[in-house]
């Protein structure tokens, strides 16, 4: 039997999944973050777009039995009219060691982007930092992406590869490290990364009074109390808190340094 006739003959009808990942989303657009959209917007923009709504619908009914991600590739499988579900892969190439610490030199001098990392949010303005030292977080062309699918559909993507990037991109809203980790960077290096470079080199403690003497009658025989060190100079309101490590605590989204920020301000004019 040749190719053609084996595909005419095969069987259309899709096996149901029981317990499959399926997308939370059940109608309309499945992308809710600005990331996870800018990712499925690529794909679009490569004329993809009918192939991604056949896929869309694989994704709302569960057909994906798993899917993982590690650096440069994500690997699934996802069931289809055949008995044994169909292996995806996607590869995107991952950066360099010396790349990442580019991008991590550009980020630690933002503390806005920190704080939003830290919130769990993909700062609007990141794509810029990569683009800043010829770098694109988000490929911009097909030929960036590697995609292989084991089912005899020609198109590539298929609509097995579609349902899987449609899941990616619902999991790039609940975590944006992902696309980060898919790039070669996992969360606890970069933010571990970011930390040391913000915190710079360690400062010398103060010298602290002399120790008293063992013997009462020899303190009281030292002479004049000195006089009191002269108060520091004034800084800028709220100074102390760009020299801590960023709080691990977050109100309604937020860090709490930022509504510390005020309180700091309030007390100066005071003073």
């Not at 192939?51 to 994906?64: D, H, M, N, P, S």
């Not at 080199?201 to 004049?224: I, K």
Request: proline residues 10%; charged residues 25%.
């Amino acid at each position: 039997m040749s190719e053609d006739e084996w595909w005419r003959d095969a069987p259309t009808r899709t096996i149901k999944v029981e317990n499959g990942l399926r997308a939370r989303s059940t109608r309309g657009d499945i992308a809710r973050t600005w990331w996870s959209r800018r990712f499925i917007e690529v794909l679009e923009e490569l004329g993809l777009g009918g192939r991604l709504e056949r896929g869309k619908r694989y994704a709302r009914q569960g057909q994906v039995v798993s899917m993982s991600l590690s650096p440069s590739i994500v690997v699934a499988t996802v069931q289809g009219s055949r008995p044994a579900p169909y292996r995806v892969k996607i590869g995107v190439k991952a950066f360099t060691a010396d790349q990442w610490a580019q991008v991590e030199q550009a980020l630690a001098g933002r503390a806005l982007y920190l704080a939003k990392l830290l919130a769990g949010e993909m700062p609007t303005g990141i794509e810029e930092v990569f683009e800043g030292i010829g770098l694109r977080l988000f490929p911009n062309s097909f030929a960036e992406f590697s995609m292989e699918c084991s089912c005899p559909d020609w198109e590539v993507p298929c609509k097995h590869l579609a349902a899987t990037c449609y899941l990616l991109a619902e999991s790039f809203d609940t975590d944006p490290f992902e696309i980060l980790a898919w790039r070669g960077r996992s969360r606890q290096d970069l933010l571990d990364s970011l930390r040391a470079r913000r915190g710079g080199p360690a400062v010398a403690p103060e010298p602290g009074p002399d120790p008293l003497p063992d013997d009462p009658a020899a303190f009281w025989a030292a002479g004049p109390v000195p006089p009191a060190p002269a108060p520091p100079a004034p800084g800028a309101p709220g100074a102390v808190l760009d020299r801590l490590d960023p709080l691990p605590v977050l109100l309604r989204g937020r860090p709490l340094t930022e509504y510390l920020r005020p309180a700091y301000r309030a007390f100066a004019e005071e003073a």
